[in-house]
């Protein structure tokens, strides 16, 4: 039983498993004494997802988080109206699966400033708020790496994510700490304290930066593999009281091209080891 | 006339016309107008560097700056002994060459901690200070963007670098501010007039962030290509009182794949136009 206890705040991400369905993803998960899920959009698809939340249960996992959405700034108010119902959506499908909240990847319009994206961020959170309250999600603002800034997130640091979870004072928006997106900031040991002393932090997403990372978005490391103070950054997440799960979120060409149960025994070897 | 009186700050870096050797890159530039020249270490292999001296005075040319000491980091002792005496010699090939000053790409050692490197960062660049004053040179620190920090340089902020400054102390020691490593961050307008007011701003590189951008290192964009407020950032500059040029600095597959010259006019025309 020992393994099982070591795993207990062990959540996996699906698209880290990318290759297997959402079923196979319960059941090797599950088999395996991983605790918890975070469900990406695109496994759902063509589900049922009452029937998916059921299978979840019944395999004794904890559907941690739902991936996501966000992606609110555009030029055009189509754009903007298209995102917001788009988030409205993920909301009754998070509610549907009965995932606690869901991950903003809050976007980036190339052709305004970033400051008015933010501007747009903030607006697009606020419209959704009202729906997300009635069905019980909470909303996660997750800052990306600066890598980022042109298309992805305009909201590229914990300290902008603590300013705007202060600016916005919705109770349930918080914030996910992600690793990969923020280990290089001489400001996030603070910035974290911040948001734990506001009960901000709402979820921790762990991986490794690869020495030399060769893909923007494709080379992610197993925790082990790279350079980011992993254990640190959780020490400094869960020092700010967040008692949630570790989630693994690994999106990588080269582990997608593995056989997936030998990479799931990597991961965990890997959690034990080194998240 | 009107054309070379617009050019009347335009710089380039060698590396920017990598095909080129330096000579056709001398010979390039002074004929189509452009006023200062950045010399990249590899450009004068197996050169005398007084020839080369004399040949870009003959030109017309201004020498602005010599790229790139730094990497200072390391694990050993035995590897930061080799990089103070690598940039002790860059010290010398930049006063032969007459650069006023050489731009530190600081380095990152993936074994330590980023605190770490930046310490060992300012002890090397207290090793070489004397020598360079010696020898009338200045050190440029260059902030590179976040996605370095694993290996080119642990000063990933305009802030990190003013801090530096400060705590160095060094009247000698400035900064290279570059549009495309540091576009994205919040509080680079503030960060930017605090080096102004302490008229640390020595060097100011430009190009642009392409979206998408597809190599880490290779693919930056020239001026307009991309989606960095590059008029706004040299504006900053400017008004903290940085009167020097603005040095178009590109790593590109793309535009090395060129007729250089072709590419040549276009650096021109994108200098008018977006910078």
């Given at each position: 039983m020992n393994d099982l206890t070591d795993l207990e705040k062990l959540c996996i991400h699906t698209i880290t498993t990318k290759p297997w369905t959402i079923e196979e993803s319960i059941e090797h998960y599950a088999r395996a004494g991983v605790q918890g899920i975070t469900l990406w959009r695109?496994?759902?698809?063509?589900?049922?997802r009452q029937t998916i939340r059921k299978r979840i249960q019944d395999a004794g996992l904890n559907i941690v988080s739902m991936c996501r959405g966000g992606f609110f700034p555009g030029d055009t108010a189509e754009k903007r109206e298209l995102a917001i119902e788009d988030n409205l959506r993920l909301i009754d499908e998070a509610a549907d699966v009965g995932a606690p909240h869901i991950v903003l990847v809050c976007g980036s319009e190339p052709n305004i400033s970033l400051e008015e994206s933010r501007q747009q961020i903030m607006e697009g959170i606020s419209r959704i708020y009202g729906h997300a309250r009635e069905k019980g999600v909470k909303l996660a603002i997750e800052p990306l790496h600066p890598m980022y800034a042109d298309s992805r997130s305009a909201v590229n640091t914990m300290e902008q994510a603590n300013d705007m979870c202060e600016t916005l004072c919705l109770k349930n928006v918080g914030i996910a700490v992600d690793i990969y997106h923020l280990w290089w900031d001489p400001h996030l040991q603070e910035e974290i304290k911040r948001a734990g002393k506001s009960d901000n932090i709402m979820a921790f997403h762990t991986c490794d930066w690869k020495n030399p990372t060769t893909d923007f978005l494709l080379d992610r490391g197993l925790m082990g593999e790279g350079i980011a103070p992993i254990r640190e950054i959780r020490s400094w997440v869960e020092n700010g009281g967040f008692k949630g799960y570790v989630e693994v979120e690994i999106f990588s060409e080269l582990h997608w091209k593995k056989d997936q149960k030998t990479f799931l025994e990597e991961i965990i070897q890997a959690y034990k080891d080194f998240a």
């Open positions: 695109d496994a759902l698809e063509n589900r049922n």
